[in-house]
């Protein structure tokens, strides 16, 4: 299927911002919902936001909400997540996924990027 190359992780201080990228390698980009997810250590892997198809329907974790924005652009087969205001608890490994929407708001996905690291400290 598709391949997820991931970028824009790295060390922010608390309130700052980052913006990751995940571009896939497939025309068929456009045909996937695709999301983010992440795990800190000793935690389990949890939704952060997913966006449909076209962009037009968007779903956010509570924690990321008003925080937080997915974005698309097929054109480029990228997905981006805006993170403004991080928090210390905001430090994950962040991963992007494809899928249909359905999967990808329970979870549901075989189709992963690499994985990114987003540490926020002071």
């Known amino acids: 299927q598709v391949q997820l190359a991931q970028s824009g992780g790295g060390l922010v201080q608390p309130g700052g911002s980052l913006r990751l990228s995940c571009v896939g390698s497939a025309q068929t980009f456009s045909s996937y919902a695709m999301g983010w997810f992440r795990q800190a250590p000793g935690k389990e892997r949890d939704f952060v936001a997913a966006?449909?198809?076209?962009?037009?329907?968007?779903s956010y974790a509570d924690s990321a909400k008003g925080r937080f924005t997915i974005s698309r652009d097929n054109a480029k087969n990228t997905v981006y997540l805006q993170m403004n205001s991080l928090k210390p608890e905001d430090t994950a490994v962040y991963y992007c996924a494809a899928a249909d929407w359905n999967r990808l708001i329970l979870g549901l996905i075989d189709n992963w990027g690499q994985g990114t690291q987003v540490t926020v400290s002071s």
């Open positions: 966006i449909s198809t076209r962009g037009i329907t968007k």
